[in-house]
């Protein structure tokens, strides 16, 4: 008894500690932030229909801010939870990308190896690169383009399989011309991980990756489906009810889509990318690399992760879709800042909307200024809307460019927008003498982004609207 007590002051003196790691992390975004966040995550799911989202953000590379909501199962009714699992579909492929770093660092391949030298009897294997494998320019057809699950894919099969039905067909197009998603790619990927290391992938990435990170929940949804302490996967046809989604077979997910894990996880993984923590420098320059055709034309596309700008800031992010579940995981590497969504329904965008959603509230300007700027901005846009503004906001110029042909065009245009479910400012600088803002405004179907110039005098040089990419 005396031992067990002293286990059990451990135990609790351990869990004081976590207590005030967690609290102390989530001091660091203010109440009225993490109001805003939980806002935006809550209208995305009641606005979708998505049962739940579970979310992790990222500032100064540290974990600040954990939340789930909505249910993650629905029979019995479950509420989702920060601790459960979510499958993260090809968010898994720069694991895999990055395995094959791993290897290379190692010695034991090169990106720019042959896929022959591994697997001599697939298509054109002596033409098509390692890095044309995991940058998707090889020509290799994707297995499975469809946003379904067929009835095949419900049963068992083996990578060999995958590379008998698909690495063998003529390839696409020519090696390097072109850029098109293909699980296969990441299919032959990881047979030529396995042959090269020795070891299954999953066995490689726990001993190089996940246990390093402390990455504890990862599970391999390739083997199985995930237990009932996670959430079910649904899925809906067209504005139907929700149903319980079809689990793929065995073996079809291997490489390509096979990892699931808490949100904490992934953002671990996410600060790794930041701190550099797992690979050589020269190898991460490597991961976040624009791949280019053979025409030197950009794909916007680097080793299992796509590559972008948004709100001014480089982001290195990938989304991800298995049966019944959607991700979306965002790094700014540059920033230290990640975001991370995860949720449990297919073919929706409930994860899409509350990342990229999460993104321009972190990057809001500290300028004292902003809630009085961001209010202007916002009436200036439903003066707009009705085709009217307050020209004694603007300068002469402005108000030159604000004829009454551009308010009828500007009206025309935003008026059948409605109200913007979200209206940020996401940067704010200095150009020509003036102060530059810019802010993002999502709709239901589109997202815009308004700019201006204030003259020192505080007159606006310039209100302007278009899509946003």
């Not at 296969?184 to 726990?206: C, D, H, M, W």
């Not at 793929?248 to 671990?268: N, S």
């Not at 300028?367 to 009085?372: A, F, L, M, S, V």
Request: hydrophobic letters at 40%.
């Amino acid at each position: 008894m005396p031992e067990a007590r002293g286990l059990l002051s451990r135990f609790a003196l351990i869990f004081a500690v976590i207590l005030l790691s967690l609290s102390a992390n989530a001091q660091e975004l203010s109440p009225e932030l993490r109001s805003r966040i939980d806002k935006l995550a809550n209208d995305a799911l009641a606005q979708s229909g998505v049962p739940s989202a579970s979310i992790a953000v990222v500032k100064d590379g540290k974990i600040v801010y954990l939340n789930a909501y909505g249910s993650a199962r629905l029979e019995p009714k479950t509420p989702a939870t920060s601790a459960m699992r979510y499958s993260i579909g090809s968010i898994s492929k720069q694991f895999t990308a990055v395995a094959m770093l791993l290897l290379q660092e190692q010695g034991k391949l090169s990106l720019d190896d042959k896929v022959g030298k591994f697997i001599p009897d697939l298509t054109r294997a002596n033409e098509v690169t390692i890095r044309q494998l995991l940058s998707h320019t090889s020509g290799y057809q994707d297995y499975w383009p469809q946003d379904y699950v067929m009835p095949m894919m419900l049963q068992p099969v083996t990578a060999a399989k995958i590379l008998d039905m698909w690495a063998r067909k003529p390839l696409d197009f020519d090696p390097g011309t072109k850029w098109q998603y293909s699980n296969t790619n990441y299919v032959i990927a990881g047979v030529i991980i396995e042959k090269a290391s020795g070891k299954p992938l999953l066995q490689f990435l726990k001993e190089n990756v996940f246990s390093p990170l402390g990455m504890a929940s990862v599970a391999n949804i390739d083997e199985k489906k995930l237990g009932d302490t996670d959430p079910t996967g649904y899925m809906r046809y067209a504005l139907g009810p929700l149903r319980v989604s079809p689990k793929e077979g065995p073996g079809w997910l291997f490489a390509a889509g096979e990892l699931a894990m808490t949100a904490e996880d992934l953002a671990k993984w996410n600060i790794s990318i930041m701190d550099q923590k797992l690979l050589k420098p020269a190898s991460y320059r490597e991961l976040e690399r624009e791949a280019q055709l053979n025409n030197g034309l950009g794909t916007r596309y680097g080793l299992g992760v796509s590559l972008a700008t948004e709100a001014g800031h480089r982001a290195v992010s990938h989304g991800g879709e298995v049966s019944g579940f959607v991700s979306e995981s965002i790094v700014f590497p540059d920033e230290r800042v990640s975001v991370v969504a995860l949720t449990n329904q297919d073919a929706s965008s409930a994860a899409d909307d509350i990342a990229h959603g999460i993104v321009p509230l972190l990057f809001e300007q500290n300028d004292p200024k902003t809630p009085e700027k961001l209010e202007q901005a916002k009436k200036i846009f439903d003066g707009l809307q009705h085709g009217t503004i307050d020209r004694s906001l603007f300068s002469d110029n402005a108000n030159a460019y604000f004829s009454e042909q551009a308010l009828q065009d500007f009206a025309s245009g935003l008026s059948p927008l409605g109200t913007p479910r979200q209206f940020t400012q996401v940067r704010q600088g200095l150009r020509g003498g003036m102060i530059l803002r810019v802010y993002l405004l999502r709709f239901e179907k589109q997202t815009l982004r308004a700019w201006t110039y204030e003259l020192p005098n505080g007159k606006l040089e310039q209100y302007q609207i278009a899509v946003q990419n």
